[in-house]
């Protein structure tokens, strides 16, 4: 035996020792464990730090010196109009950005799919919209909506209608931020949802076809249950990140005029870091928190029944 | 057969004479244990032996094309005295104080430069180191404008270095008064009369810009210069705390006359349709002939080009020469005073390297480095803070900025987010035409009354 174990040479035998240990579960565990604990410092104690700090009264600039408050600044949040408005309001754009971008990502996912002449060059170019920075999308959109020189207000202006800083015209402000919302977004939904598409079977359609159904059936009984589960993906992670999108509204809008665009996001933000209020800005994080993780909880087990 | 062979060689020792008695097993164990030691070390931060060079947050050197003559000058000054270079990190001041206030306990920055605003954020936070004897000890420490060391002072402890300096002035279009016939405005009401003229008389231009988008800095500053009209400050200490100081009439009066009567009345000195903007529109608005007044400060100078200005000679020759400085008008009961803003340069009270931190406060208020300054961002300069730099006005008609810089008042040192906060609600409810101007200034009133014991 001791001839053979040397016939196979020193490295054959460190390979069969490692490959013996990897085997062992403690080894995963040791693999695991900087990641694990790096998961634990980045992500898991931030978060429970967050939902300590909800349970007190804390400034921005002292918190250290805190007071332990119970539920006290959910009381308040209840009584707080803003924090009811900016939750409305972060509900709202949620629910229609998210619903416009999968209806429009879907339109423009099927007509792509069809053999159009440039779609190749077009779905390229469809990308730029979500890889351009947030900042750079926003004075893209305020300086196409200035008041004076702005290209939507020259063309109404042409057309002999109303112009303004459409930003700052309070009823108008929330569409424009819908706007920015879907104009970033539909592109990516549609890239999904037509890579989706792709990996159906030409001969469903074509056994569907025989079967006799229409391109109304073919849409409804093929592809749509065959991209269900991407579209799921989507619109979970959509919902998710409009619900918490800071960056859209406090840059274009602060959250005005007259609070018409205020979302959560922009009023725990401006909480902690103008009112100074870390306790309470946390405490909203948490219900936000809490309204997330029952979406997602509750979407996921429907799309799992079904 | 396997398993013994497995077995057996698995539990051969590491050397052929046995004697250490280290298995290939443990050696493996021991490499993959220490894999993950070495990736948590990784993961979890390196040693910190102090020997790293001192960091710089800052957001004044000019960020465009031109050659950093400013910079370059700040930066060789300081490894003439710290022997070794600096880091410089460029934030926006937004950035800086949000990164500031939260991460300044981890040492980083050394040094920071910002707004007065956040020097008195930062004291309150515990995060700034008390220069004292240091400073007074500095070869030009006896050159600095008496008003701009009142304003780095907190309870008698002086918390920052001063660099630069304005008072915001009413910036008026002088070929426009010329051609009207008038004189540049004193009081709220001569402004708004001749506002008006302007919309009558000139249908591409406007009479008046000021500042309306909730959470725009700018139009805080722009509201605390008519509330320095009324009062010395808006804030004075009362024992452990602060009591207002204003009259609720007054903050009415302010609404009233600098936003009521701009957007809302029926025959608005200013754009309807321009309301919810910031300086994005304001400053480029008059350096492109758009309005006749805005309320300014220095910097306007030297904004001749960019991609805000649609031509840049045409801005030159208006900058040059029509343009106008004058005090800015007060409403009745108010009399001159304007918001005076300082701009610090301040120490990490958590730093571990205070002294590279305060040769960068010493290199970058040298009066040789401002002077660069004053060539590279010349409209920082026309008001120096320090007597041995001299001002960058080459145009009389910037002149008068020196009077106005001597009439500002540099804020009070209380944490000024909940002020602010409330401030933009009222703003643009009377801006909107959405209340009377002296309900929302009594109502505001009271509000501020009500923080009196938080701020």
């Known amino acids: ?306 | 057969m396997g398993d013994s062979l497995n077995c057996s060689v698995r539990d051969y020792p590491m050397t052929d004479d046995h004697s250490s008695g280290l298995t290939r097993r443990t050696f493996a164990k021991g490499l993959g244990g220490g894999a993950a030691a070495a990736s948590l070390a990784g993961c979890l931060g390196g040693s910190d032996d102090g020997s790293e060079q001192a960091l710089l947050w800052e957001y004044a050197f000019p960020n465009d094309d031109t050659p950093p003559i400013w910079k370059d000058a700040f930066l060789a000054n300081y490894e003439e005295r710290a022997g070794e270079e600096l880091t410089v990190a460029r934030f926006s001041y937004e950035d800086l104080r949000q990164k500031y206030l939260t991460g300044a306990r981890t040492g980083d920055p050394d040094a920071i430069e910002g707004v007065l605003s956040h020097l008195t954020e930062y004291v309150k936070a515990g995060h700034l180191e008390p220069l004292g004897d240091w400073a007074e000890g500095l070869d030009h420490w006896d050159g600095f404008v008496d008003s701009a060391v009142e304003a780095m002072t907190y309870r008698g402890e002086l918390y920052g270095l001063p660099y630069t300096g304005n008072g915001r002035a009413l910036i008026y279009r002088k070929d426009i008064l010329d051609e009207l016939g008038q004189e540049p405005p004193e009081t709220a009401a001569e402004f708004q009369q001749l506002g008006r003229m302007v919309n009558r008389e000139y249908d591409d231009m406007w009479g008046y810009h000021n500042c309306t988008k909730d959470g725009s800095v700018r139009a805080f500053q722009e509201w605390m210069s008519h509330v320095y009209q009324h009062t010395d400050q808006l804030y004075v200490p009362d024992g452990d705390s602060w009591s207002l100081n204003v009259e609720a009439d007054a903050l009415g009066q302010i609404f009233d006359d600098w936003y009521f009567q701009i957007y809302a009345a029926d025959n608005p000195v200013g754009n309807p349709d321009q309301l919810g903007t910031g300086w994005q529109v304001n400053d480029p608005g008059f350096l492109n002939g758009q309005f006749a007044f805005i309320e300014c400060g220095t910097w306007l100078r030297g904004w001749t080009s960019g991609d805000n200005i649609n031509d840049s000679d045409a801005t030159t020759q208006l900058l040059d020469n029509d343009t106008g400085v004058a005090h800015l008008p007060y409403s009745e009961g108010g009399s001159q005073g304007t918001f005076l803003e300082v701009k610090p340069i301040m120490i990490n009270a958590h730093s571990d390297n205070k002294e590279r931190a305060k040769d960068v406060l010493a290199a970058w208020t040298d009066p040789e480095v401002l002077t660069k300054g004053a060539e590279d961002k010349s409209g920082d300069f026309m008001t120096p803070v320090h007597e041995d730099v001299e001002s960058t006005i080459d145009n009389e008609n910037w002149a008068p900025f020196t009077d106005v810089f001597g009439t500002g008042r540099a804020l009070a040192k209380i944490g000024w987010g909940p002020v602010r906060q409330k401030f933009y609600t009222h703003m643009q409810e009377v801006a909107y035409g959405e209340t009377d101007p002296y309900n929302a200034g009594d109502q505001f009133h009271s509000e501020l009354k009500s923080l009196e014991s938080e701020l």
């Open chain 1, 1 to 306: 035996m001791s001839t053979r174990t040397e016939d196979k040479g020193p490295l054959a035998d460190y390979r069969e020792t490692f490959g013996s240990l990897l085997s062992e579960t403690w080894l995963g565990y040791a693999m695991i464990l900087p990641a694990a604990l790096l998961i634990g410092v980045i992500i898991l104690y931030p978060t429970f730090r967050g939902i300590q700090l909800a349970f007190f009264e804390a400034s921005l600039l002292n918190p250290e010196a805190k007071v332990f408050v119970g539920f006290e600044n959910f009381a308040t949040m209840l009584e707080d109009a803003t924090f009811r408005e900016s939750l409305w309001h972060t509900v709202l754009l949620t629910g229609i950005a998210v619903s416009l971008q999968y209806m429009l990502g879907l339109g423009l996912a099927l007509a792509l799919k069809e053999k159009v002449p440039g779609a190749g060059v077009f779905r390229s170019l469809s990308m730029i919209t979500w890889v351009l920075p947030v900042i750079v999308m926003v004075i893209i959109f305020r300086f196409m909506t200035q008041s004076g020189f702005g290209p939507v207000n020259i063309l109404l202006a042409k057309l002999g209608m109303e112009t303004a800083s459409w930003f700052g015209r309070p009823g108008v402000a929330f569409p424009l931020v819908v706007i920015m919302h879907v104009w970033r977004n539909v592109p990516f939904y549609a890239i999904a949802l037509l890579a989706s598409m792709k990996s159906i079977p030409d001969t469903q359609y074509e056994a569907a076809r025989l079967d006799g159904a229409g391109p109304l059936q073919r849409f409804r009984y093929v592809t749509l249950p065959q991209i269900s589960y991407v579209s799921m993906i989507m619109i979970v992670l959509h919902v998710i990140f409009t619900f918490n999108n800071f960056d859209i509204v406090y840059l274009s809008t602060g959250g005005g005029p007259l609070g018409n665009t205020e979302v959560m996001a922009t009023y725990v933000y401006k909480q902690a870091f103008q009112q100074y209020a870390l306790g309470y800005a946390a405490s909203m994080a948490v219900v936000m928190l809490v309204i997330m993780m029952t979406f997602t909880v509750v979407y996921v087990k429907l799309e799992a029944r079904d």
